[in-house]
């Protein structure tokens, strides 16, 4: 949980002067998310949500988050919407960070992952994909095989302090993923935008549906399928560490009922899991590190996702995945 | 910033069952608050918040808070109202905590303090207080003369790493307010219900009038004056230290615009004033004691209160709080 600019009342009611939602009726710091600070505003007009984007985020790549949410929303995906100032902007500078205004997307993320809630998601992301197809702008993948080696040599030797050997099985697995990962999209290998991040709480649902998708702040351009297997990671293992197949198989067959995938699809998604798993084994080992004792936001076990890793590495097909 | 409990959506559907307010649309934990969990809570019917009370609130103390709660909104107080459920109960059980839902009090509170703010202030403690001396229930101030002693105790020796020399400066300075303090209110010192913890971060404005007081969780049954005692030393000093006879010149004239002070009321505000810096200064060391090294909620600097404290030690009467 995070609200890491306090913002004082007079600076708001200026800044919500550029806008017509009108006066502000209340403005309650949102205790989730660990990279911007969040804001719920009551409104005459309704609840918004507005964010401050803090150090992790470059303001490079603003306009392309902002503009991806306003293209996905006129293609019909259930995302937040970037609301424009009365001088046709979405983005404007608050406590001296970029700001954004959204619209409040309905629903709740889900505490306890159920097989229903994977269908849902696979069907979403199936349709985000195809939405994102028509999308202009591009952003790299800076969390891809670069990014994890760049990361991988940040983190040093101290992956050893947390488990003995793991520096030395990261660099292994980090040398096969950089000889086997594909350089570049095919016909049969689509690339596009792809959310990057799809986590249980970006997810929201309304009596059982999927109400819609939040935080586009790791969108970028990439595989598509790389996305599903991020999902996979993310809603098809048990808390425990056992994966759930039924999930698994939820998650892909609802996927292809929008958007098959082709056989090099499919046999590349052992391979894109644990890329996937490497991503956020080296993202939490990274925050593991460099986390100060006393830090509000607690990093997250890194182990969980070397668990996941080790578990695709062994995985010889999508049947393995519940799909055949 | 505080969620301790976290709430499932299941959890909480079934929980919302038992109101009128319909389905939740959405929920967001709310980054203030250090005592309990608080959600905002969007439904159909507009925003309400939900509390969790968590472990510092005596459930047995639930019914006076919600009860006073009730009771002043019907006098005209503008404050949270809870909701009552289908049953006619505004308590239940949610996450195996009490959880009350009340509405959605519109307005900010200010970060930065103006005269003006402590104006508005003063009428609305009187007010609080008026409406009080109806409501029937009675809760005595565990954090008073004996609720010090013990608070002093449990810190032992401790407060000596904050400051060398404030063991002996806070047992002579207790020793002094046992003797002065009053043991009976008397009709030139009344006593009824009060706030206990009117800061700035518990009174809301908008459009620079007061919109209504939250957060009556250490409410209590005292000395009338001590409650205007408390709000003496949390807006009338300035972020440096520096304590602003202007502010407090505005704060009593406007509270006695509504509910004058006797001449002893008068004369004990600065020993009310030093009392109110006592509790203040003991609750903040003790946790400043107790408080792990990594908590998620830091420990307020007990320091700023010693300094409030000795101020109001030197002060001779209320001219030298900008009331003659």
Known sequence: MAVYTE???????????????????GCKGIAEGVENSNYLLETAKGPLILTLYEKRVDPKDLPFFIGLMEHLAKAGVQCPVPL???????????CGR?????????????RKIAAGHCQELGRALALLHQAGKSFSLSRANNLSLDGWRALFARTGQSGEDLEKGLVAKL???????GQQWPTAPAEDLPAG?????????????????????????????DF????????LNAWCFEPDGAFNITKANRLFTSYE??????PREKQLMPLFARGSAMRFLLTRLYDWVNTPAGALVKPKDPREY??????????????EYGLN
Chains 1, 2 share one sequence.
Request: net charge negative; hydrophobic share 50%.
């Open 257 to 262: 009922s929008v958007r098959p995938l082709s």
């Open 193 to 221: 935008v792809i959310h990057a991040d799809l986590f249980p709480d970006n997810v929201f649902f309304l009596d059982g549906r999927c109400s819609g998708l939040i935080d586009f702040y790791f969108a970028c351009t």
């Open 84 to 94: 424009k100032g009365k001088d046709g902007q979405a983005l404007r500078i608050l």
């Open 7 to 25: 913002v004082s009342d007079d600076d708001l009611q200026a800044f919500a002067a550029a806008y017509d939602f009108g006066r502000i009726l």
């Open 171 to 177: 660099q292994a697995e980090l040398d096969q993923l």
């Open 306 to 319: 070397l668990h996941k890793l080790m578990f695709h590495a062994r995985v010889a097909g999508m049947a």
């Open 98 to 110: 970029p700001a954004a205004v959204v619209t409040f997307l309905q629903g709740m993320w889900p």
């Open 224 to 231: 598509l399928a790389y996305d599903l297997a991020i999902c």
